[in-house]
């Protein structure tokens, strides 16, 4: 089967303004990550690590520096012609901060059907507001909030209108940056609800990106971890919440809150990441690293399969066997 997206060794590099070596920052260094239709895939990691810069690239609203990008099967990195414009109705984006996605100066209502517009569909202006209403329906929300303006509404029904407006379009994929940072806990809790109801109904992919593990957990069927710009560990959530293989997911997993005596001894990490600028040799992470082996500090270790099947990018864990012999 042919995955929905396929991202093969992307990378974004920015050039250090002002320094006259030439460096470059490295904000995404060669990811690489498959997703199927109909699944979600969690990215997580510190803020600064890339997973909202590899969000824009795979929207399109970044250029890549390197790698290549594929959805449904077709090579979409280069594309910016007419095919750019009907790719980008099946790939849409809800953003952190409902408010700053929004336009003040439009109602609810003329904001959900201005995809529509854009891209010609649906002719006519009842059409298009019997389908805006219809979604915002779908996404839990009154019709006669239609004629509202966004500062009219609560910070969950903005995050609301956002979802209605991604989906009119009836995307195969859904690119979600932190939806519900900016949420109180219960309407994240619900909105995170409304997202898999969606799914299920619609069928479409999510990525999500979030630094809250717990929320990754809950939504997605498969996790990848990033660390200054490359992807260290990817697996299922019950592989690499009850069981994580890398040290830093370790870290990442021992500080999410758990509810009764705490069963894990959280793991506090010396120091803060490196600058992307300037990369450690060998392993990016062994500088912070409690179990960093010599071979870390002079070799940087290649995302392979692990034993159980998760990819892991670690001396420390061992090769599938089977895996290294293909």
């Given at each position: 089967m042919t995955a929905l997206l396929s991202v093969d060794r992307l990378a974004k590099h920015y050039p250090v303004a002002g320094d006259r070596a030439g460096r470059m920052l490295h904000a995404v260094d060669g990811v690489s990550f498959t997703l199927e239709a109909g699944r979600t895939l969690g990215i997580v990691g510190e803020s600064g690590c890339g997973k909202s810069t590899t969000a824009k690239l795979v929207l399109g609203l970044l250029p890549a520096t390197a790698g290549r990008i594929a959805f449904a099967g077709a090579p979409v990195t280069a594309v910016r012609d007419a095919r750019w414009r009907a790719l980008r109705r099946s790939m849409q984006m809800v953003y952190q901060d409902p408010m700053a996605a929004l336009d003040r100066r439009l109602t609810v209502g003329d904001q959900v059907v201005e995809p529509l517009a854009i891209h010609g569909l649906e002719a006519g202006d009842a059409a298009r507001r019997d389908r805006a209403l219809a979604l915002l329906e779908a996404v839990g929300l009154r019709g006669d909030l239609f004629h509202r303006y966004p500062h009219e509404l609560s910070g969950g029904q903005r995050q609301r209108v956002v979802l209605a407006r991604?989906?009119?379009?009836?995307?195969?994929l859904v690119v979600c940056d932190e939806p519900v940072s900016a949420l109180d806990v219960s309407v994240a809790a619900q909105v995170i609800n409304l997202l898999q109801d969606l799914q299920g109904r619609f069928?479409?992919?999510?990525?999500?990106?979030?630094?809250?593990?717990?929320?990754?957990?809950?939504?997605?069927?498969?996790?990848?971890?990033?660390?200054?710009?490359?992807?260290?560990?990817?697996?299922?959530p019950d592989q690499l919440f009850h069981a994580p293989a890398h040290p830093y997911t370790e870290a990442l997993v021992s500080a999410v809150p758990?509810?009764?005596?705490?069963?894990?001894?959280?793991?506090?990490l010396a120091g803060d990441p490196p600058n992307p600028v300037d990369r450690p040799?060998?392993?990016?992470?062994?500088?912070?690293?409690?179990?960093?082996?010599?071979?870390?500090?002079?070799?940087?270790?290649?995302?392979?399969?692990?034993?159980?099947?998760?990819?892991?990018?670690?001396?420390?864990?061992?090769a599938d066997a089977r895996a290294a012999a293909a």
């Open positions: 991604a989906l009119i379009l009836d995307p195969k069928g479409m992919a999510y990525l999500f990106i979030s630094h809250d593990l717990k929320v990754v957990r809950q939504i997605a069927d498969e996790v990848a971890v990033m660390y200054l710009g490359r992807i260290v560990e990817q697996g299922r758990t509810p009764g005596p705490r069963r894990r001894e959280r793991i506090v040799a060998g392993c990016a992470f062994h500088p912070r690293c409690p179990r960093a082996l010599p071979r870390c500090r002079a070799e940087a270790p290649a995302l392979r399969p692990a034993p159980d099947g998760r990819l892991v990018a670690c001396h420390l864990v061992p």
